[in-house]
């Protein structure tokens, strides 16, 4: 599953990408490595304002949940930062977010664990176009969203059945966050899209981009140990197993 990502872009790179600003109260950070444990702030564009995009947290907080945001967080029961294509329809925390909520989620590179023998090692991931592993092109995740009393929005992406790239990375769960390709991303934020639709972008939408990616150390030990995100969590490191891409 995706737990990490990075967004390294300057705010007007964003609005060219999808040709569309930021909402007037959206906070930036120009340099942004995510951990969905933390929540950190990751930018969207909901459904329902598809003219911008805006900041929200990473883990969609469900409808049925009636507390502060920080008390669904706070709760290790519940895990909303990515959500199952598979299992989307069916779920609680997600069904209507997926008909009336969808929204698009920008971002340049995502960690995934590979598994060898008794080891686990991440590797960063990035379009194989990008100008090199610091540069990197922007992308859309498929994502769902929900916005609480105070219009604050929180987000999960969608993650589905990975390709012959991603089976050999994330070798042990087999799978693959949604990255969208450019003619579906409209579309998925489309409010008047039916399920079967929906369902069809899940199974076909993915990127026809090919992606690339390398091993690095591990992203939350070292973040932790530095009480802050570095550029070394990106850098190449010895794989645990040679010749994987």
């Known amino acids: 599953m995706c737990y990490q990502k990075s967004l390294n872009q300057f705010q007007d790179n964003l609005t060219r990408y999808m040709d569309k600003p930021p909402y007037i109260n959206t906070h930036f ?58 299992k989307v329809y069916e779920s609680n925390s997600y069904r209507n977010a997926i008909k009336e909520r969808r929204c698009l989620i920008f971002c340049d590179g995502f960690f995934e664990p590979h598994h060898y023998n008794s080891e686990s090692q991440p590797y960063f991931c990035y379009l194989n176009e990008s100008d090199n592993y610091k540069n ?34 994330h070798n042990k769960a087999k799978r693959m966050p949604l990255v969208l390709d450019r003619k579906y991303e409209n579309d998925w934020i489309n409010q008047n899209q039916s399920d079967s639709i929906i369902k069809g972008i899940m199974q076909e939408g993915f990127t026809q981009k090919t992606f690339t990616g390398h091993p690095v150390m591990n992203y939350r030990k070292k973040v932790n140990q530095e009480k802050k995100y570095t550029d070394e969590v990106i850098e190449p490191v010895e794989p645990i197993e040679a010749g994987l891409i």
């Open 136 to 169: 990197r092109s922007i992308f859309m995740f498929a994502g769902i969203y929900s916005k609480d009393n105070n219009d604050n929005y929180s987000a999960s992406l969608i993650t589905t059945d990975a390709n012959l790239l991603f089976e050999k990375i």
């Open 29 to 86: 950070e120009a340099y942004n490595m995510n951990d969905g444990f933390t929540h950190d702030n990751i930018y969207i564009i909901p459904m329902e304002e598809p003219g911008n995009w805006f900041s929200a947290s990473w883990g969609l907080v469900p409808d049925w949940f009636r507390g502060e945001r920080e008390e669904f967080y706070n709760n290790r029961k519940y895990n909303t930062l990515n959500a199952r294509d598979d």
